[in-house]
């Protein structure tokens, strides 16, 4: 068995995996200790560029998956619980509402776009 640690959104996950056949994974260098990450430190990944967001209501995915399907575009009109996206998540439709009535003034996604939890589907105003 071997034990690793993986970070997934954040979150650190202390995983143990059985090694059935293959070559050996290479040892720390002569003379370098092998590093080793706590599981309460962030994973240091760079932040990637943001894009240009409207000002406004935003909508976001309340957890990570996959765009099945855009219900509106720039411009139109809806009110309050009107669906605005179908989100895929673990095989499963869930329906991304408007939290407020308004005006969509952006879409900041498409039709089979992955996102992650947080991420802006669209700006109302």
Do not use: C, H
């Not at 034990?3 to 143990?16: D, M, P, T």
């Not at 409207?54 to 099945?68: D, H």
């Not at 009110?79 to 005006?103: C, H, Q, R, T, Y």
């Amino acid at each position: 068995m071997r034990k690793f640690l993986i970070n997934v959104n954040g979150v650190s996950y202390n995983v143990e995996v059985e090694e059935i056949g293959g070559a050996a994974a290479p040892a720390a260098a002569p003379g370098r200790p092998a590093v080793s990450t706590p599981a309460s430190a962030p994973s240091p990944a760079a932040p990637a560029p943001a894009a240009a967001v409207p000002e406004g209501t935003q909508v976001s995915a309340p957890m990570p998956g996959n765009i099945w399907e855009v219900k509106v575009s720039e411009g139109d009109t809806v009110n309050e619980g009107d669906v605005l996206f179908v989100l895929e998540a673990m095989k499963m439709e869930n329906e991304i509402v408007a939290p407020v009535s308004g005006k969509v003034v952006g879409v900041q996604v498409a039709k089979g776009t992955a996102v992650n939890s947080g991420d802006v589907l669209a700006v109302l105003a």
